[in-house]
């Protein structure tokens, strides 16, 4: 079994369920829509991110010998639930808005038209995906608008990323978003990510002296030096840099840049700066690491740090401050009619909707939740990306779905584009919106 | 390529210190410790877990051909690492608290013993398992001790978990630290875990009536009856309970349970136990989920909430209230030689250590860290687990895993039992560790 593909990735209680529509015969068309109820407080906005990976796992989407032999053997199931599973095929049509972009609470961000098991059947590995990498599209967001062209971010997270999916998909997740590459090999391997790194610690201190390391890590590295000088002491290991590339350029070698991975990274990268300069090593850059995050990352550039680039890890690839969103997959409509839940707290609205963006020159000013055929000003943002199954052409090369977000967060609302809280998007119902969900709460007497 | 087995789920700077290593021909045994800096502020504890991942990964670890035409095509890597990678088999010793035990900050819970280019290229990986299965298993363990034997406790947390591997191995590490277990089908499939679940509100709103969905759920779920009944309102779902249950009597069928995921559980739960018990159904369990954290389950059951059961999720499998363990894979030893940095705020101790834990009675009272030969009273709680790249036969039956931890919290001394923060526990350094520690630093001139 794969984990990566396995249907069996699910909650019990999808199986259960479909054991109860197959006895029943509910085959009709279900649509479902995802959103995030409530932003978190630490975020004014969040891009839409996954979709590609989403529709890749629903196109392969099937029950292996294995997987069914597993089945059968819980003696949980019926025959005939284990036969439709054996011959299941996703082949709903799917509504989504495009990676990249940028949305806010209650907005669907992708809608389902499915049979009902079928559309059952994929909520829980659908909000599994979409939901890390929104997760973490919006965080690497917010600490692209805090470098803000000045310096370029780099994804440093996989170690402490939560397992092989986290660590892989934050850096698609970040690149997307902003992030110039990541140090993540597999994530080059598979979607031709740039990856960036040099050397750890244990470097330097296997061998008996920093220098020597510096120059072993250059002769076997010699387009990719970044020498890192924090091991014992910064203003030392500055100083040896300038040793170094002076021994190294008589053998054709340019040290590029150094990495600060501790201490008071503004006092620091100054002090470097100046020693790096009085050695002539004014091409040499300054790369900093080390428990960084949008505030900063902002806070040393604002004053003036002397950086370069950033490796962000650990509280990006965890979305430290909001490691979870509020998000739901939620059943809108059955055979034809609107359908919603009363639950305190978690009340959905009913109906197929589309989200309508309207502007002011090239900002955007308030979005319209409308349903998906009323009339609306505004650009309405989720388009078909599945037809019966198949992806439909659309935008899926990375590089493309970047530019996408690029030009989202430069027509963000000035407000939104500063890391602090400030008042929220405007999102309004329409009439039409409003009515059929005042409505349906009539007819169910609640 | 496989995301789970593959060898280039780790950090670029990985394979350019192996150019290194390579060219150098550093091939000496390196000795690296995994632990953790410091303990969260809401954590007393934590507790091992991810051991069992880890050696799987390990005694699998290849780079496959195409891996290997991967490395090859982007002109980064010599000729003598690519030949290197490809025989490349992990031979190494390693040490290990048994999965389940609890463990404190700056204590190692895995030590490596491996020539230094095996030792350094399995890092990242290394971190990303061992941290992840930790941080899940210290999370559950205190949801554990708040349930405190009144209540069962089950993972729910698979689809906001950040990933694919997150989702299962969620459903590993809090049945090691004593859930019943899991949403997660795949999980039982895999590692045999218990699973529970039965339905979503869709099913309830995708049928015209409430009523109706109970009965239809519970003809084809026979064995394995929980109701929903917030779906609308929860007075009424009671009483569609009771009625769903004396026509399903008469079919021989049960109902089992029920389950509130919304509201005001406290009041809800104390609600729906008087309806159930009016119409005869005091057998019928109450599950709850929705939100839910230990802080919340103690607090529902100190109120005297008769709440059977509970469903824990998100708040869980993203270790929500700390979603980062600050661990650590340092080089301790090379060549023979006790190794360190001086990195401020990061500093390492150096050499092969062990951990030493007494015990008042059956309570743990006080660790020791210490040098591997050292002698100190105590229980050594590092045992051998892999031989020369071969795991070592121990405990990896799950069940005996989880006895483990369950022994482990019962032996907490009584303060770390509280959910509250409270005195660390003492970790002492022994004077042999302190006198090599100084010894180096005064040999670095630091």
Redesign the interface.
Known sequence: ????T?P??????????L??????D?HED?V?EFYVRNLPENRGFLMAAGLETLLTFLEGMRFSGE?LR?LEG?G?Y?KGLLDYLASFRFSGDIYAMPEGTVFFENEPVVRIVAP?PEA?LI???L???L??EI?IASKAARCVLAAADSAMLVD?G????????????AARATYIAGFAGT????A???FGIP????????????HEDELEAFL??A???P??VTLLI????VHRGAKKTIEASRILAGEGIKVRAIRL????LFTLSKDVRKILDGGGLTAVQIFAS?NLDEHIIRELLVRGAPIDGFGVG??LD???DA???E?AY??ME?SGKP????????ATVPGRKQVFRQFEGQTMVRDILSLEGDVVEGKPLLKKVMNRGKKVAGVTVLKDIASHARMQLTSLPPHLQSLLTSPPYPVTISPALSKLKKDMERQ?G?
């Open positions: 079994m794969n984990l990566l396995s069996l990735l699910t909650d019990l209680y999808q199986l259960t369920m054991q109860g529509y197959v006895d029943e509910m279900a479902f997987e597993y819980t949980r019926s009902l059952q909520e829980t590995r909000i599994n995906i939901h890390f997760l440093f996989v170690r402490r990323a939560h397992g092989a999916e986290a660590g892989l998909l140090s993540t090999v597999l080059e391997a598979l990856v960036f790194g040099t050397m750890a610690h244990s470097y330097i201190e296997a072993g890590f002769r076997a590295n387009d990719n924090d091991t014992y002491d991975d501790s201490g008071d080390g650990t509280k965890t979305s430290e490691p979870y969103l998000c939620k059943l059955y359908r919603f839940k009363k639950s305190q707290g978690k169910a609640v």
